[in-house]
């Protein structure tokens, strides 16, 4: 791997393939020389791109997801090295990832400003939403790609440069989109700084005029405090809650188990806490245990990314004092032994402070918990800190609607979960952050009003 700034190459970061637990490579490894001269280039770029017209940036955006159609054979190789996802989910990803490009190219085209004129007499008002600088973008390793494109998609389309650092343990397919980028957007809009959490760190603490940020809550809390009063968008992560009542349609476990293990369960929205009401429990984690049994680590869906995240996840389900659990073991290749496999699992008959129901496992796992009645329902779903996504199981509508509206969360789905398209926001509340991910309402993180107003007339003289 190279990047247009490497680092020392005896500082270099070994990058282990998910699937073996085997050395795949190296990457550079970013430190304050590299950092300040990414940031410099981007600041220099920053201006002659916030300088192009709508239409203009537009037709460099699409060229860029024109190079991620026309090379994505190669964006799927990058991301299946780094994160072991079955083919068929990286190519829907890396397709998404383009889709994402062209959205918000025709985003920047539509006006979005207030309308303003008339408001004080004899002058005339209009407001100017105008774009931060250079964005520095921190994406996690659970979507290396499609994260890139949820930051940096908006942020360009806005006309700020980017600086985008992936995660260490996946910075592939962010260093090809930096290198498509310089054909298509020009030397410098678009960069990619590779490095471990220190290079975010510096990057963060660098002369960039916004962060973008995804990841765990502790982090952002960080980054938060050391951007001072520089704007942030950050999303942290969740612990959704699903509530399944009695007449849920039939393919409500089926689905859930999907949604779950899609990724490995390593989606910040994705099922975490099924919540079902009392005389039908046992029947719920009987389908439920039936429907992620059919899900299998090696064959519908990929490991765990890496051995920190696999030990954490094997803390939380030890100390998880479940009652009942149930594993489906991975059917994983020769070879595969010591990679970070994690078979669907089932937690029940928990106690009410599990970390199991408390933190965000991101893993392909499920905890099960009775409710009295809907009104407890609804207080289980809102016991955590996270407040990211949930999701409603119901064949009545009304009472579906109704207890969505309740619920506390950024995005709510009924009878369906991780349902999402480029046109819908996505952004959490509370631990799980603030900030508006996806559809053209993304485009007001990266820019700022500033409102104009002149005089038209002066004032008549004796």
């Not at 700084?193 to 973008?212: F, K, N, Q």
């Not at 950050?234 to 393919?251: K, T, Y």
């Not at 995005?411 to 559809?439: F, I, K, M, Y």
Request: net charge negative.
């Amino acid at each position: 791997m190279t990047t247009q700034a490497p680092g020392d190459p005896a500082e270099a970061l070994l990058l282990r393939d998910p699937r073996t637990g085997r050395v795949r490579g190296r990457s550079p490894n970013g430190r304050a020389p590299q950092v300040a001269a990414t940031v410099v280039a981007a600041r220099r770029a920053s201006a002659a791109w916030r300088a192009r017209t709508p239409r203009e940036r537009a037709d460099r955006l699409q060229g860029l997801a024109d190079a991620l159609d026309g090379h994505a054979g190669a964006y799927i190789a990058r991301e299946r090295a780094g994160t072991g996802k079955p083919e068929a989910e990286i190519a829907h990803e890396v397709a998404e990832a383009a889709d994402l490009f062209r959205f918000y190219a025709g985003a920047a085209r539509a006006g979005t400003a207030p309308a303003a004129g008339g408001l004080l007499p004899g002058h005339e008002s209009w407001v100017r939403w105008e774009p931060y600088g250079t964005v520095a973008v921190i994406v996690p390793w659970n979507y290396p790609l499609m994260m890139a494109a949820w930051r940096c998609a908006p942020a360009l389309a806005a006309g700020n440069s980017v600086v985008v650092k992936p995660a260490q343990t996946t910075p592939d397919s962010a260093v090809l989109l930096a290198e498509h980028a310089q054909e298509a957007l020009g030397e410098g809009v678009l960069q990619c700084l590779p490095g471990d959490r220190e290079t975010g760190r510096l990057l963060v603490d660098s002369a960039v005029d916004m962060i973008a940020f995804t990841g765990s809550a502790r982090a952002g809390a960080q980054v938060a405090a050391r951007a001072g009063t520089r704007h942030t968008s950050l999303e942290l992560g969740g612990n959704s809650p699903v509530v399944v009542l009695p007449d849920a349609p039939e393919n409500t476990w089926a689905d859930l188990a999907a949604a779950c293990t899609y990724n490995a369960g390593q989606s910040c929205a994705a099922p975490a806490r099924v919540i079902t009401l009392a005389g039908h429990y046992h029947d719920a984690v009987d389908a439920l245990g039936e429907a992620m049994a059919a899900r299998r680590a090696g064959r519908e869906f990929g490991p765990l990314n890496n051995a920190d995240q696999a030990a954490r996840y094997d803390r939380i389900v030890a100390a998880s004092g479940a009652g009942r659990t149930e594993t489906a073991p991975p059917a994983t290749a020769p070879g595969e032994e010591n990679g970070y496999w994690r078979g669907a699992t089932v937690l029940a008959d928990l106690p009410e402070d599990s970390p199991a129901l408390a933190e965000e496992v991101f893993g392909p796992l499920l905890t099960v918990q009775q409710a009295k009645d809907e009104e407890h329902a609804v207080q289980l779903a809102g016991s955590v800190e996270q407040a990211l996504a949930a999701s409603v199981w119901t064949a009545d509508l009304d009472r579906g609607l109704a207890l969505a509206r309740r619920l506390d969360a950024g995005e709510v789905w009924l009878n369906c979960h991780l349902a999402q398209t480029a046109e819908l926001p996505h952004g959490g509340r509370g631990a799980s952050g603030q900030g508006t991910d996806l559809s053209i309402l993304a485009l007001r993180d990266y820019r700022r009003p500033k409102t104009i107003t002149a005089r038209l007339r002066w004032p008549s003289t004796p």
